[in-house]
């Protein structure tokens, strides 16, 4: 059913356990592209070299041939390159602060939602800012990909290094893994979707369920999905104004 800012505005002020899960339309504010949207990198069909994406953006690819994974994985860090979270991260850090209990579960590997502040946060696809060594312990962290030479060598052991996101043919982050299942063990009496085409099980599961139960629902979306028929509120708008504008109405609400 369709609803209105303030309906959406109350489940945050009414809910303390809240999950929110997002996906790429929460960064398109900030001026990345989506996966599937315009000018995104699975709406070219084939590479140039004549390969789909997802086949690029897989382990197998990986170790056969990393300079390519390693070409596009460049594409894709240089899209949120200079580019900052947007007042719908803030919003979700700020009302994470506030409530008893709120957790974003995202697939964005951007590190909006870390830089933005949240702290009770699943970054179920990895973060493009942490790299790793494939054969020793070594971890770095890197604003960008700038002066990378491609594919990079570990500084300790001149090994293959990566960055921690999960590759298509690739079991998910085990931490993340292990706190995602904790959390949603443990419930949540809310469940809010912003921005995602939710392909993935683990991303669809949570909303089917709580919708199945009878916990309400939220999806933030210009555009409807298929979670739209699902939901119990279906809220037609942009990530960052939407979430701006609950975290108005939820501010002078406790002033
Ligand atoms: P998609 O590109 O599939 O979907 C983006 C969604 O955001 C669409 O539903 C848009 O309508 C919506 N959208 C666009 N602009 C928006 C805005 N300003 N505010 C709110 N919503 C907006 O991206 P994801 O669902 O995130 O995984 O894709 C999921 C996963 O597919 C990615 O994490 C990636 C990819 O395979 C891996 O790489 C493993």
């Known amino acids: 059913m369709?609803?209105?800012i303030e309906q959406a505005a109350r489940l945050f002020l009414e809910q303390d356990n809240i999950l929110v899960i997002t996906g790429a339309g929460i960064s398109a504010d900030s001026g990345l592209p989506t996966y599937r949207g315009v000018g995104g990198l699975y709406n070219t069909g084939q590479t140039e070299e004549g390969y789909a994406i997802e086949d690029i953006l897989s382990i197998e690819m990986f170790e056969r041939r990393p300079e390519l994974?390693?070409?596009?994985?460049?594409?894709?860090?240089?899209?949120?390159?200079?580019?900052?979270?947007?007042?719908?991260?803030?919003a979700l850090a700020y009302l994470e602060k506030k409530k008893k209990r709120l957790w974003v579960l995202t697939q964005n590997v951007d590190g909006f939602h870390h830089?933005?502040?949240?702290?009770?946060?699943?970054?179920?696809?990895g973060n493009l800012h942490r790299l790793s060594c494939t054969v020793c312990e070594h971890e770095e962290e890197r604003d960008d990909y700038i002066g990378l030479e491609l594919p990079p060598a570990c500084p300790q052991c001149a090994g293959l290094i990566r960055p921690?996101?999960?590759?298509?043919?690739?079991?998910?982050?085990?931490?993340?893994?292990r706190v995602y299942e904790r959390e949603m063990n443990r419930g949540f009496d809310c469940v809010v979707v912003i921005g995602t085409s939710a392909v993935f099980p683990y991303i669809y599961g949570p909303v089917v369920e709580a919708a199945r139960?009878?916990?309400?629902?939220?999806?933030?979306?210009?555009?409807?999905?298929?979670?739209?028929?699902?939901?119990?509120?279906?809220?037609?708008?942009?990530?960052?104004?939407?979430?701006?504008?609950?975290?108005?109405?939820?501010e002078e609400a406790n002033s």
């Open 115 to 125: 830089m933005a502040g949240s702290e009770k946060l699943v970054e179920i696809h």
């Open 164 to 177: 921690q996101v999960t590759l298509f043919g690739e079991a998910l982050p085990y931490e993340a893994t």
């Open 69 to 90: 994974t390693w070409k596009y994985l460049l594409e894709l860090e240089k899209s949120s390159r200079g580019r900052r979270p947007n007042a719908a991260h803030e």
């Open 2 to 4: 369709q609803t209105t």
């Open 213 to 250: 139960h009878g916990i309400p629902t939220l999806e933030i979306n210009p555009d409807r999905t298929e979670l739209s028929k699902i939901v119990r509120h279906f809220l037609p708008g942009k990530a960052a104004e939407s979430m701006l504008a609950i975290r108005r109405i939820f």
